[in-house]
């Protein structure tokens, strides 16, 4: 056993006679005759005032209920027992524990075991949510872990701190990719391949992978140290998924209900989460948690209850048109835009000339019939631009949404509920980028290199050719659905709070100020990914700076890292929010050191909202 194992193999017998002087009921591990482990490690969740939820899961050799005790204590060695019991765990919940520890006290740190046959799990530590005067609270926030592209080595810094709280993980906690997706090259690499080796379609995939993830000493670890608060994102089921499906779903893959099903059955089975009660949908994971006076946690769930399905540029980007008038078909002439429509009108895509510093439209039919022919494979020095209000008018239609009606009344409900009982912060836990970000100019980039993105995602090459104009960056984002996001702004504004957003699924970190018409009305913290690469890591060795490139085209956007892998320590106090970004070294060894990359804080203002983010030292 490790040092947070039991001490020795009767630790839980030798409690029965304390916890009897108690009132708890009996410790003793009930007979079980089959050879029985513990190798997934244990996970506690979901706490509240006075409860929390606690996790293991028992591997037996022969099929069959295994009766496993399960108890809470106020010290590591568990023989001061606060409560216990037996759950039987069994094939039909892939041999999962999952217990609803009640009636424990508030704020107080509690220590949890399981126990079966003659097996015993390492032991976890876990809290309940303070009530009342909360002077100062850290969490930990964490997201994108894929499991073939490198070492959990910034789990294992996480299990390493004893002052966290709690610890947010804001999805993709695993990746569906089978070997030839995703990370399949990295892994072979690393020795790291996924299992099963095949993309996860069906339940019992999805469970292999989770229990892929779970043999993890690193993330054993991270979750043995502290509760965990999680929500998936798109990748516990399949890559940018909506309501009705995913980007990564083919017909020939089953239907996208029974998929999401199965997914979704493997996660509420394998994570530390408290399941919606009777009459939720089985997707509504948005709720929310009250850390005393101090914060309101507000959970969101923005892929699967009312996602409309996002506007993919490699498929669908709009192309600005040039006007033509082919009264004469031999010559043609372009219409300028205060000239009107004519019978013999036709649109066609757009050219512009690089000249000097400038972009000029071809407006000379000799010059611009051959370039429109080639329009999909320009010239040096010649580009195509987005339509930018058509892709406005695309994205802002009325019946996209993001949230859907009844979890935008809900979040608007807690936000107003949380400022009305005084509490200084409102921390939005979300999956997807909410500040508004344009496109980086990537216009410039080697033949080389798009050649090789291509291969990765056809269409890519115009793309980048694309971003010489701004346009939103990732419309998988809120950027997606600005609708959704105006309502947003609205509700936050409206409660007139503190609210901080933080965010995970972009494998980058973020400090940005959310403004709306009126200015500043939020700031979002993003945390990097545990291994996943962010689009920036197929340029850095080309010498381009996305980040910088970035940061250029987005005043608000005050800083950016997309490469370096880690997470956040969010540091709450009544008068100020610290977030500080820790990275690790590397992620394709085992041995790392861990540095604290950057750090920024805001202040709390009860007159006039959020302040703005200030570099802190």
Known sequence: MTKRGWT???????????????????VETPVYEGEVSFVHGVA???????????????????AGPVPVRWIV?????????????????????????KVDVTGLRAGAPYFYGFRAGAAESVVGKTRTLPRGRTEELKIGVASCASHPHGFFNAYKALSERDDLAVIVHLGDYIYEYGLSGYGGDVALQLGRVPSPEVECTRLEDYRQRHAQYKGQAELQAAHAAAPWIVVWDDHEVAN??????????????????????????????????????????????????????????????TRLLARTQPLDYATNLPIQTQRWNFANPQAPVALREHEADVPQMQRLPAIYEEVGEELRPVLDWRRAEGLIQQARDLPAGFFLAPDVEA???ALNAPDRQLLGEAQEQWLAQELSRSKAASTPWQIIGNQVLVARVDAPDLSATPPQLAAALERLRPGVTQLLKLTRFPFPLNTDAWDGYPASR????????????????????????????????QGRVAVEFGATSITSPSDASFFQPFGIDFAANTLARNPHVKWNDPILHGFLVLTLTPAQALAEFFTVSTITEAQYEV?????????????????????AT
């Not at 017998?13 to 009897?20: E, K, N």
Request: hydrophobic share 40%.
């Open 240 to 301: 940018d998924s909506f309501t009705n499906g995913a980007e990564n779903h083919d017909q020939n893959e089953g239907q996208w209900a029974t998929r999401k099903q199965a997914a979704l059955q493997a996660y509420y089975e394998w994570m530390p989460i408290r399941e919606p009660e009777t009459g939720r949908a089985f997707e509504a994971i948005n709720r929310s948690f009250q850390f005393g006076d101090l914060f309101t946690l507000i959970m969101l769930e």
């Open 486 to 517: 105006a309502r947003l702004l609205q509700s936050i504004r409206a409660a007139g709070g503190n609210t901080i957003v933080i965010t995970g699924d972009t494998h980058a970190a973020w400090a940005n100020e959310i403004e709306d018409e």
């Open 391 to 393: 892709i406005d008018e």
């Open 8 to 26: 020795r193999r009767g630790a839980l017998l030798a409690t029965t006679g304390a916890v009897a002087a108690c009132g708890v009921q009996s």
């Open 44 to 62: 506690s969740g979901d706490p509240k005032h006075d409860r929390v939820i606690i996790w293991t899961r028992v591997s037996p050799v022969n």
């Open 73 to 97: 204590a106020r010290n590591r060695e568990l023989s001061d027992v606060v409560k216990t019991g037996v759950f039987e765990a069994n094939e039909g919940r892939d041999y999962t524990v």
């Open 595 to 615: 540095a604290r990359e950057a750090a920024f804080t805001v202040a709390a203002d009860a007159g006039a909202g959020v302040g703005a983010i200030t570099e």
